[in-house]
C-alpha cells in the first residue's frame, strides 16, 4: 500500500452511514429531532439553573456543567453527520478532522472527570451535611469546574498529537460518522503499537482514578444511606444520587465499550451503535434523567414555563 505523508493529506471520507436515499432521509429526519429535542432540554435546563435562586448550590452548578457538555458533545459531530445524510457531502478536510476529534474527545475527557466531581459533592453532601457548606465552597467548585475542564483539554491535546502525526494511507474512508480514535488507527499505515500503549495508559490512569473517586464515593453513600434511621431522609438521598448514578453507568459503559481496547478488535458497525449512544443519545437522556428524577429541578422548570407563559399571554 502507498504511503501518504501527513503534509499530503487534505481530506477524509466520513463512510459510516447509508447510502440508501430512503433510509437516508429518515435518518436524517430522527437525527436532527434527537439534536434539537437534546438542545433544547439542556438549554431549558441551564436557564432554570441561571434564573432560579434556589438552585444556586454546587449540586447545580455541577449540573449545568454537565448540561453544557452535553450540548457540545453532539454539536461536535451531528451538524457534520446531517449534512452527509441530507446532501451526501461526506467529505471532511484533514483540519476539520482534527479539530472535530480534538473536540469531542475533550469533551468525552472532561465529562469522566465531571461525573467524579459530582459524585464527591455527593458524597460529602449525604456524608457530612453539617460540613458541607464549609467543604464544598464556591472556591472549591470554581477549583474543581477549572480543573475538569483543564483535564480534558490536555488529554485530547495529547490523544489528537499522537493520532494524527501517524502517515496515513491511499484509503481515505474512515469507517465512521465522525473522526475517532479507533477508524483513525485503523486508516494508518504507520505501526500504531506504541502510541495505542500510551493512549490505553493515560486513558486507562485518568479513566480509573476518576471511576475509582466515583465509586469509592458511592460506596461510603450507600453507607450512609443504609444506616439512615428516616425513610424520607432515604428516600430524598436515593433520589439526588440515583439520577447521577444512572448518568455514569450510561456513560461509563458506552465510553469503556469504544475506547479502553485494542485497534485489533475494532468492528465499525458495533463501534457506530455503541458511539451514537454516549454521543447522541446520552446527552438526550441525561436532562430527562435529572427532571423526572429531581424535586427541585422539576419545581424549576415549572416555574420557568409559568413564567414563559405569563410574558407570551401579556
Known amino acids: ?151 480534558g483539554f490536555f488529554n485530547s491535546l495529547l490523544h489528537t498529537s499522537l493520532i494524527f502525526t501517524l502517515s496515513f494511507c491511499d484509503s481515505r474512508e474512515v469507517n465512521q460518522y465522525y473522526c475517532d480514535i479507533p477508524p483513525m488507527l485503523a486508516l494508518s499505515c504507520s505501526p500504531t503499537y506504541s502510541r495505542e500503549l500510551v493512549l490505553l495508559v493515560v486513558a486507562g490512569v485518568l479513566g480509573s482514578a476518576a471511576f475509582v473517586v466515583t465509586l469509592i464515593s458511592y460506596i461510603y453513600i450507600l453507607v450512609a444511606i443504609l444506616y439512615m434511621k428516616s425513610s424520607e431522609s432515604r428516600h430524598k438521598a436515593f433520589s439526588t444520587c440515583g439520577s447521577h448514578l444512572t448518568v455514569v453507568c450510561l456513560f461509563y459503559g458506552t465510553t469503556i465499550c469504544t475506547y479502553v481496547r485494542p485497534s485489533s478488535t475494532y468492528s465499525p458497525h458495533q463501534d457506530r451503535v455503541v458511539s451514537m449512544l454516549y454521543g447522541i443519545l446520552t446527552p438526550l437522556l441525561n436532562p430527562i434523567i435529572y427532571s423526572l428524577r429531581n424535586k427541585e429541578v422539576k419545581c424549576a422548570l415549572r416555574r420557568l414555563i409559568s413564567h414563559v407563559r405569563t410574558l407570551l399571554t401579556r
Open 1 to 151: 500500500t502507498q504511503r501518504v505523508n501527513l503534509s499530503t493529506v487534505s481530506e477524509f471520507v466520513l463512510v459510516g452511514l447509508s447510502d440508501a436515499p430512503q433510509v437516508r432521509f429518515l435518518l436524517f429526519v430522527l437525527f436532527l429531532v434527537i439534536y434539537l429535542a437534546t438542545m433544547a432540554g439542556n438549554i431549558t435546563i441551564l436557564i432554570a439553573m441561571g434564573t432560579d435562586p434556589r438552585l444556586h448550590s454546587p449540586m447545580y452548578f455541577f449540573l449545568g456543567n454537565l448540561s453544557l457538555l452535553d450540548i457540545l458533545c453532539p454539536t461536535i459531530t451531528v451538524p457534520k453527520m446531517l449534512e452527509a445524510l441530507l446532501l451526501e457531502k461526506k467529505v471532511i478536510s484533514f483540519t476539520g478532522c482534527v479539530l472535530q476529534h480534538f473536540f469531542l474527545i475533550d469533551v468525552v475527557g472532561t465529562e469522566i472527570f465531571l461525573l467524579a466531581v459530582m459524585a464527591y459533592d455527593r458524597y460529602v453532601a449525604i456524608c457530612h451535611p453539617l460540613q458541607y457548606v464549609n467543604i464544598v465552597s464556591l472556591k472549591l467548585c470554581a477549583h474543581l469546574a477549572i480543573g475538569t475542564w483543564a483535564a
